[in-house]
């Protein structure tokens, strides 16, 4: 399909191209490229289709699981309560597919990158401890709790020691998704 550029708008300058596929534990998605012949802008999406039970996964981080499977959607909260660590969808927010060990170290460059816009001694105080135990966390030193909650049900914790169970209706309401709603007043 051909559409304006909403960068250069150049008419009918933009293809997109939409494909459907079966994934596992993600089930069907919609992937989709957008590029612009004239400008060379390009955008690519990808969707899931199918909306499952919302679910939470809870985990106790060790050395023994540092490698267990970690899906995260695109509508997933990712959070290390020990450390006061969450990561929320927003509008631009991707799903990834890592282990254990490369979510702690997800946090990790987000505390670097947060510790490098602070000004005052304390907040980089704080995010230098957060540092430190994410270390002794991955050094099999300490553990921590990495917790996964998904209004869509399509994230998932894949180790035999990860604890599942369905959100409440409360938490749901409670969680945010990284969609924009509209609601009627």
Do not use: W
Request: with cysteine.
């Amino acid at each position: 399909m051909k559409i304006d550029c909403p960068v250069c708008e150049c008419k009918n300058s933009m293809i997109v191209i939409t494909k459907t596929e079966n994934i596992p534990y993600f089930g069907e998605i919609m992937e989709s490229t957008a590029k612009c012949h004239d400008c060379g802008y390009k955008h690519s999406d990808i969707m899931c289709l199918e909306q499952k039970e919302p679910v939470r996964y809870e985990l106790k981080v060790d050395k023994s699981n540092l490698n267990a499977r970690v899906i995260r959607s695109q509508s997933a909260t990712i959070s290390i309560p020990e450390l006061g660590l969450k990561v929320e969808p927003g509008p631009r927010s991707q799903g990834y597919v890592s282990n254990v060990e490369g979510v702690l170290t997800r946090f990790h460059d987000a505390v670097i990158t947060a510790m490098n816009l602070v000004e005052d001694e304390q907040s980089k105080e704080n995010a230098s401890n957060i540092l430190k135990e994410l270390e002794r966390v991955k050094n099999g030193e300490d553990t921590v709790t990495v917790i996964i909650e998904d209004p869509f049900g399509h994230s998932i914790i894949i180790h035999e020691d990860a604890l599942k169970r369905k959100l409440s209706l409360e938490e749901i309401k409670n969680l945010k998704t990284g969609f924009t709603v509209f609601e009627n007043e």
